[in-house]
Every structure is written in C-alpha cells, then in structure tokens.
Nanobody, 118 residues
C-alpha cells in the first residue's frame, strides 16, 4: 500500500482544513488508517485512527471534538477534517496504514505541513 497525504497549508486560528490520504494498492478497504503529526521539536504523536470498516474511530484527547476522521472506500481515501484549528496544531501530518490484525503501522505517507497562525 502506498499513501499520499495532502491538503496542508497556512491558515489562521479558528479556520478549518481537510487532509485527504489517498491509497494505492490492493485491498485498502481491509486496512486500518491513522493520522499522526510531528510538531517542531517534538516526537511524532497520534492524532486519530479509523478501522478498516469505518465503524470504529479513536482520537487523541487534544483533538477530540475538533477533528473528524472518515473514509471513502470507493475513492481509497481517508480524510482528516480539522476544525477550530489552533496554533498548537501546527505540525507535519502523516497518514499511516496497517492491516486489521496488526499492531504496528507498516505503511506511511510522506507528510503534509499544516501551519496555524494566531
């Protein structure tokens, strides 16, 4: 599976962005997908994940209620809708995939920069 994340940009606090993660390869619908981010000077951190069927989602506490993860199986795409963005959300955002039975994220996209100005 190859992943392509995009949609980043420079926005103001309170704005919204939607990040798509487009996958190529077979059987993407059988993979769990997660979003992670790396802020300047910090370790990569979990943001959100969605299971293979789209029936289960989980968020980091810092984004719960503001971010929404969803998937469009027909388009092989997982979205991260980010609302009420804060300067603390500034980071490079990565999408990742793993098979439903795996515990480690085996496939990673290249990252997209999100910068939120105050």
């Amino acid at each position: 599976v190859q992943l392509q994340a995009s949609g980043g940009g420079l926005v103001q606090a309170g704005d919204s962005l939607r990040l798509p993660c487009v996958a190529s390869g077979r059987a993407f619908s059988s993979y769990d997908v997660g979003w992670f981010r790396r802020a300047p000077g910090q370790e990569r951190a979990f943001v959100a994940r969605i299971n293979w069927s789209g029936g289960s989602v989980f968020y980091a506490t810092s984004v719960k209620g503001r971010f929404t993860i969803s998937r469009d199986t027909a388009k092989n795409t997982v979205y991260l809708q980010m609302n009420s963005l804060e300067p603390e959300d500034t980071a490079v955002y990565y999408c990742a995939a793993r098979t439903a039975s795996a515990t480690m994220w085996s496939y990673w996209g290249q990252g997209t920069q999100v910068t939120v100005s105050s």
